[in-house]
């Protein structure tokens, strides 16, 4: 026993030895993919780029910030007079900026001001090992500027506060705070819709005043002569003063209304445009999971793995094909104003590669996929795929990364299952997104509701001068307010209440549903009226008299108005599939937009929607206005006691509106058991 114990000792070591290195061996060929293929943080993708340069401008905003501003927001930086750190990034829901600055600073080790920029204005500033007055220079940003003053001139104002030291910016934010705590400043841009008004106004002063200084004289002249007095102006008088207030007008107007643009975002160039399309694109040449490095990680290393592994598999199958995921932000602001379909069309151009496009946004955590040549019936996949699955459902909602790993995983499951097809499927060519230079650009006065103000104007002259035809306007006004008939179309986002009493909701209903009902003819010559119309009497168990009777819910008889209504607008010709979702009786909607539906102090809760011009508007220029405009029904409550929007206050039919006039009619005939 003793001889063998040192023999061990030596043995032990050898053993230990070879075991380490088969281990190093076989860890060597096992390849690191969780490793390798999982993206870069955030925080430290950010931190890289301000090592290269201490203002990093996003390519996702080139309709409100390019990134040829970037030149301008270092100038500024350097007034700081201490070391400035800017990142201009999208307004991102689930992350918390000032963490996210400090989690940058810890990154890139470099003491500082940093700044967070969004599409707004300066959204948070700290200072990290240097004396600089960071939250006093916000303070005076939010208070001095209007909402629309821009992310440039807010970051101006920002750095000149920060250079006057921390006693004189503290003193400068509290006068701040205490002159514009109840009045905000003046707004600086106005909208499309106040240029037409401006146009109109011009219009109608341009031709009432000179008409109404002829007929006032004409009248005035005529009782003279009936009088017998006699004349004491000249006859020219009245002409030459007509002529003189006209000409007035056309040479004060523009002075007075002198507005060019609705917004102080600079025109981007085309480089701008196509700076993120040839970055995604560039990246899913390379990995058919792209993830945006600007945003936070919404999948896991064993999720990126699995989604590799499913999309590989995929392409490997029969009638199988490419798939390519970009998990990509879609904003307003974008290149393609926030159009997954226009962004994956420009994506698929640049990849030169078919395949199916798709688009998660980890923002939203919406999930829409286009089909570029998979051989795979493309209605058919948007028809069957399970809105848990596009939109998901109130699990997703509530989670920060909008279970999106998950989500995906099930898209592969629902693609593996779905029926080939012997063609290639492709997808229709989007609508061109708006011009970047010109959806700025506000219209020049004497255009647009220009020439109809002409007409008003003298309307309204003619009014004036004479008691028959303000009668008339009375009855008339009088005969308008007793008739069922429904409103026109262009007066609906006017006159429409945001909280509806059940009796006009009654009312309403029953006049659009017997104007749609008697317009109509046959089925077979507008199926998509007919269609409107099927769905409306689904919703009163084929009785329209229903409409009219007290106890029929507030959302249906919301359904049916807005069904009836579409149903009216299809048998003009009108193809528009979307309805106002801020407030469904606004009628149609002219695009989608992210707005602002939450009024906390502090919540910058989103939804994207469709909205009508006046909304889009509001949303443009005044996004704090959108919560006030939305449609709340009665009989509802929240936990405050006020009424909760429409779209939270039920979970039949209307809910699904804001996808469509279409998955509207779907949605009713689902609920009623009717394919």
Known sequence: MGASSPHRTRVLPLLLLALCSLTALFATATPARATDSAPATQAAYLADRLRENPVYVTDQLPREIPRSTAPDFERLAKKAGVPTYVLVLPAQSSVDGRQLLGAVHDRLGRDGLYVLVDDMAVAEATACGVRAPADAASTVTLYELPYDAGPLRSFERFVDVVSLGGEKAAARAEAAREKYQDDEPAE?????????NQSFLTGMLLTGVPLLILLTAGYAGRRRRRAGAERRVPRWAAPGAAVLTATAIVLTAPTVFDQTRSSAAPAPTPADLSARVERVAAGLKQDPVYADPESPRVLDARQLNRLHDRIRDFRRSAGGGPVYVALVPQTPESESAGDS??????????????????????????IDFYNHGLRRDTDRLSFDLPDSVSIGDSRADEADDHLLGERLDQLMTFLDKSRRTDRPGSEPAPAAAPSAAGEKTLPPLFATDFWPGLFAGAVLALLLSGLVAGVTWIVTGLRRWRSPEPEPAGLLPVTSPTEPSASYLRRTAHAELSALTREFTTPDGNPRAW?????????????????????????????????????????????NDLCCGVNPLHGPAVSRHHVRVSTEAGSNRRRLLPVCEPCRDTAIAQPSGIPGRLLRLPGSASGDGGRPPYYDATDGPLSALPGGIARLVDKVRETAGVH
């Open 531 to 575: 269609d409107r119309l099927d769905a409306a009497m689904l919703l009163l168990d084929g009785d329209p008299d229903r409409a009219r009777r007290p106890g029929t819910d507030p959302a249906t008889l919301t359904a049916v108005v807005v069904l009836a209504r579409a149903g009216r607008a299809a048998l003009t010709g009108d193809t």
């Open 188 to 196: 600086m841009y106005i909208g499309p819709s106040d240029r037409k």
């Open 341 to 366: 379909m226009l962004f994956a069309a420009a994506v698929h151009a640049k990849v030169r590669q078919d395949g199916l496009y798709v688009i998660a946004d980890p923002d939203d955590g919406t």
